[in-house]
């Protein structure tokens, strides 16, 4: 047995009904845990010195499977919906039995670390996992306790993940055998069934994006971060692939964080201590930042390597497109410590439209960007599935629908207020596809991208003429410095033109179908800002 000499775990996970283990591992370093899962067959090292491993059955968020229990706290504040989906407190209690028991006469590594930089919203958590590579994955994603901290850190919530410990539909209240259940009123998050390391890092998402509107009246954002040498911060909103991690890592801004923050009074703050990022196609010539990350004590899920090598094949999608690093923030060279920067003066919504119908970029009237922030638009590809070629448009509210217990309106609410108050500059950037949709345009070069969020940045596209989408109504710039003139009208990019206003039109109606739903809630300002039907 491990452990610290400051604190007792094996006592405190008696407590928790966690007994008769073989052995208990507390608050190991990386290399211990990478030794461990190497000693375990359970990975194998990269060329670059990263801990490669296998997720198994799932290499993704299972949706569907996750819960939240209904009680008396969580009845009538928690939006129910297809993915706030509620469980009775006894099945959590038979759940909750069946994950303890499942840890006797087996090995558990237990972490303590926190979410939230800012010193005020600090949650501290404690996670406790079957494997020594999930525990190495809590040790990237959360932000770290120095050592004399640990005497007195008290545990806000707990996490228990085991992938071996399956459900039984029949009588514990699940879909089929793999869960994740948050408990609001005991501070627990389950999950079981899965070992997808993103459970643990989207559970914790969500009990923030709870706590902190609701009970301090911060607001929690599904977004990236940076800060310039001014000390002016850009948040970057956006689903995954459209760009969040990639644009944020620019080497001549401080990253704050990658994908999860608060907006209080007086600042950003990251939730985490690491990076997620997506690694299809990872290269260095286009992500240098990530591509140098990728090293010891970084943890690789569902790669392939090149046969008869240990070099990574980024390119290979066999096992999963959502192939995924995690690293502390520290593997990026010009990341902020602590992780907390001034209130924005720019937001940039990402949207990766394959349809080729937005512009490049936009700028929106506050009552665009909140219409847009509502919808939370992106159209993709779905490569992974056999037979689609053709575009998909995906609407998640907020750009994190999956995750917000809350109803979208009262998130939507509070960045407008603070939009308002602070006078930000809010952007669309679309990471897509220009000159035709999927199959016959071109993906919009990232470097042309940079080039336009950078002229954004420092206050260029300020002084330049603009010109109004005849459909959503977006200011686009004429010109734009290191990008061809001709990419930055949409339509002008499109052979047939009459193709473009038909893919136009259809998209506009996708997005009035789509806002109908909290038409009854939105101000009428902003419903006016809805794209216009020819």
Same mark, same amino acid.
């Given at each position: 047995?491990?452990?610290?000499?400051?604190?007792?775990?094996?006592?405190?996970?008696?407590?928790?009904?966690?007994?008769?283990?073989?052995?208990?591992?507390?608050?190991?370093?990386?290399?211990?845990?990478?030794?461990?899962?190497?000693?375990?067959?359970?990975?194998?090292?990269?060329?670059?010195?990263?801990?490669?491993?296998?997720?198994?059955?799932?290499?993704?968020?299972?949706?569907?499977?996750?819960?939240?229990?209904?009680?008396?706290?969580?009845?009538?504040?928690?939006?129910?919906?297809? *993915?706030?989906?509620?469980?009775?407190?006894?099945?959590?209690?038979?759940?909750?039995?069946?994950?303890?028991?499942?840890?006797?006469?087996?090995?558990?590594?237990?972490?303590?670390?926190?979410?939230?930089?800012?010193?005020?919203?600090?949650?501290?958590?404690?996670?406790?996992?079957?494997?020594?590579?999930?525990?190495?994955?809590?040790?990237?994603?959360?932000?770290?306790?120095?050592?004399?901290?640990?005497?007195?850190?008290?545990?806000?919530?707990?996490?228990?993940?085991?992938?071996?410990?399956?459900?039984?539909?029949?009588?514990?209240?699940?879909?089929?055998?793999?869960?994740?259940?948050?408990?609001?009123?005991?501070?627990?998050?389950?999950?079981?069934?899965?070992?997808?390391?993103?459970?643990?890092?989207?559970?914790?998402?969500?009990?923030?994006?709870?706590?902190?509107?609701?009970?301090?009246?911060?607001?929690?954002?599904?977004?990236?971060?940076?800060?310039?040498?001014?000390?002016?911060?850009?948040?970057?909103?956006?689903?995954?692939?459209?760009?969040?991690?990639?644009?944020?890592?620019?080497?001549?801004?401080?990253?704050?964080?990658?994908?999860?923050?608060?907006? !209080?009074?007086?600042?950003?703050?990251?939730?985490?201590?690491?990076?997620?990022?997506?690694?299809?196609?990872?290269?260095?010539?286009?992500?240098?930042?990530?591509?140098?990350?990728?090293?010891?004590?970084?943890?690789?899920?569902?790669?392939?390597?090149?046969?008869?090598?240990?070099?990574?094949?980024?390119?290979?999608?066999?096992?999963?497109?959502?192939?995924?690093?995690?690293?502390?923030?520290?593997?990026?060279?010009?990341?902020?410590?602590?992780?907390?920067?001034?209130?924005?003066?720019?937001? *940039?919504?990402?949207?990766?439209?394959?349809?080729?119908?937005?512009?490049?970029?936009?700028?929106?009237?506050?009552?665009?960007?909140?219409?847009?922030?509502?919808?939370?638009?992106?159209?993709?590809?779905?490569?992974?599935?056999?037979?689609?070629?053709?575009?998909?448009?995906?609407?998640?509210?907020?750009?994190?629908?999956?995750?917000?217990?809350?109803?979208?309106?009262?998130?939507?609410?509070?960045?407008?207020?603070?939009?308002?108050?602070?006078?930000?500059?809010?952007?669309?950037?679309?990471?897509?596809?220009?000159?035709?949709?999927?199959?016959?345009?071109?993906?919009?070069?990232?470097?042309?991208?940079?080039?336009?969020? !950078?002229?954004?940045?420092?206050?260029?596209?300020?002084?330049?003429?603009?010109?109004?989408?005849?459909? *959503?109504?977006?200011?686009?710039?004429?010109?734009?410095?290191?990008?061809?003139?001709?990419?930055?009208?949409?339509?002008?990019?499109?052979?047939?033109?009459?193709?473009?206003?038909?893919?136009?039109?259809?998209?506009?109606?996708?997005?009035?179908?789509?806002?109908?739903?909290?038409?009854?809630?939105?101000?009428?300002?902003?419903?006016?800002?809805?794209?216009?039907?020819?």
């Amino acid at each position: 047995m491990q452990i610290s000499s400051i604190r007792n775990p094996v006592a405190e996970l008696r407590e928790l009904g966690i007994a008769n283990t073989t052995d208990t591992y507390y608050q190991l370093s990386p290399s211990q845990l990478v030794a461990q899962t190497l000693a375990r067959r359970q990975g194998v090292l990269a060329d670059s010195g990263a801990l490669a491993v296998h997720t198994g059955e799932f290499t993704g968020r299972s949706p569907k499977d996750k819960f939240i229990v209904q009680d008396e706290n969580t009845a009538n504040t928690v939006n129910w919906n297809d *993915f706030n989906i509620p469980i009775a407190p006894a099945y959590f209690d038979k759940l909750y039995g069946r994950i303890t028991r499942y840890f006797a006469g087996k090995e558990v590594w237990v972490r303590d670390c926190y979410a939230c930089a800012a010193p005020e919203h600090r949650t501290s958590i404690r996670v406790i996992t079957e494997t020594p590579w999930a525990n190495l994955f809590a040790y990237n994603m959360l932000l770290r306790p120095h050592e004399e901290e640990l005497e007195y850190l008290h545990t806000d919530w707990t996490v228990i993940q085991a992938p071996g410990c399956l459900a039984d539909p029949a009588t514990d209240g699940t879909r089929q055998h793999n869960f994740s259940v948050v408990n609001f009123t005991k501070k627990i998050i389950l999950i079981g069934g899965s070992a997808y390391t993103g459970e643990i890092k989207k559970g914790i998402f969500t009990i923030l994006n709870y706590e902190l509107p609701h009970y301090k009246g911060v607001l929690s954002m599904h977004c990236s971060a940076n800060q310039g040498q001014d000390g002016d911060t850009a948040v970057f909103f956006g689903l995954s692939g459209t760009g969040k991690t990639t644009l944020s890592a620019d080497p001549a801004r401080k990253l704050i964080g990658d994908d999860e923050h608060g907006w !209080s009074a007086g600042s950003i703050f990251n939730f985490e201590g690491g990076c997620y990022a997506k690694c299809i196609d990872l290269s260095e010539e286009k992500e240098p930042q990530i591509y140098r990350a990728v090293r010891s004590g970084a943890l690789l899920e569902n790669i392939k390597f090149f046969p008869g090598t240990q070099q990574v094949n980024y390119a290979d999608k066999s096992i999963t497109e959502n192939t995924r690093v995690s690293y502390p923030l520290h593997y990026i060279d010009n990341a902020m410590e602590p992780s907390i920067g001034g209130i924005p003066k720019n937001i *940039f919504f990402l949207t990766c439209d394959a349809y080729g119908v937005l512009p490049p970029i936009s700028r929106l009237t506050p009552a665009q960007a909140m219409y847009q922030f509502i919808s939370g638009y992106t159209a993709r590809v779905a490569g992974t599935e056999t037979g689609i070629t053709e575009p998909k448009s995906t609407f998640s509210a907020c750009f994190g629908a999956p995750f917000l217990p809350l109803h979208p309106v009262q998130y939507a609410r509070m960045l407008g207020e603070k939009m308002r108050q602070h006078q930000v500059n809010v952007w669309l950037v679309n990471t897509g596809w220009t000159g035709g949709a999927y199959g016959t345009g071109q993906r919009i070069k990232l470097g042309y991208t940079r080039a336009m969020i !950078s002229a954004a940045l420092d206050g260029e596209l300020d002084r330049l003429a603009y010109m109004e989408h005849n459909i *959503f109504g977006f200011a686009v710039p004429e010109l734009c410095p290191g990008v061809p003139a001709d990419i930055l009208d949409p339509r002008s990019t499109w052979e047939d033109k009459a193709a473009y206003d038909r893919q136009a039109g259809n998209l506009a109606a996708q997005f009035v179908q789509n806002f109908s739903k909290y038409a009854a809630q939105t101000p009428a300002e902003i419903l006016a800002a809805a794209p216009k039907m020819l």
